[in-house]
């Protein structure tokens, strides 16, 4: 990130007659700094503010199974693959296993969360593989459980 400092042009307050130095540093002062960042594709823009969901800063998405739900944070420029990693600690079922939906489409573990449009509070379906489920309820009946 880099930090420019932008000077406002105005009016001189000297020309209306009721200005002094030591006011004309205090606006200065209040004025601010701007942040810029670089972006990608080399574009020198604006910082967006902290409360905007920009992409950036950490948000809260609450995943839907079938019958209950989570509400995890999460980096808004993590991916859906790392939010699989997360889950698979919240609900017992490895990365592989999961499928998450989110605008009904399923994503990819490589698709960035802020790319595809997730901000603060969205919500995530997630379903269990039904391939693999088949496979683990065959080696059940079976008599012997199948590590997959």
């Keep these: 990130m880099m930090k420019l400092r932008s000077k406002r042009f105005s009016r001189s307050s000297s020309k209306l007659g009721n200005g002094s130095k030591a006011s004309q540093e205090k606006n200065c002062k209040s004025i601010g700094e701007i942040k810029w960042e670089l972006r990608p594709g080399g574009m020198l823009v604006q910082k967006r503010e902290s409360n905007q969901s920009g992409g950036e800063g ?48 399923e994503r990819d573990d490589n698709e960035f969360l802020h790319m595809v449009g997730v901000r603060d509070k969205d919500k995530v379906l997630l379903l269990e593989d039904p391939a693999i489920k088949e496979m683990k309820l065959l080696g059940m009946a079976n008599g012997h459980p199948i590590s997959v």
């Design 58 to 105: 950490v948000i809260t998405i609450r995943v839907s199974t079938v019958s209950q739900w989570h509400d995890i944070s999460i980096d808004a420029t993590s991916t859906f693959g790392e939010l699989k990693m997360i889950l698979s600690l919240v609900t017992n079922l490895e990365p592989r296993e999961q499928r998450l939906l989110f605008r009904g489409k």
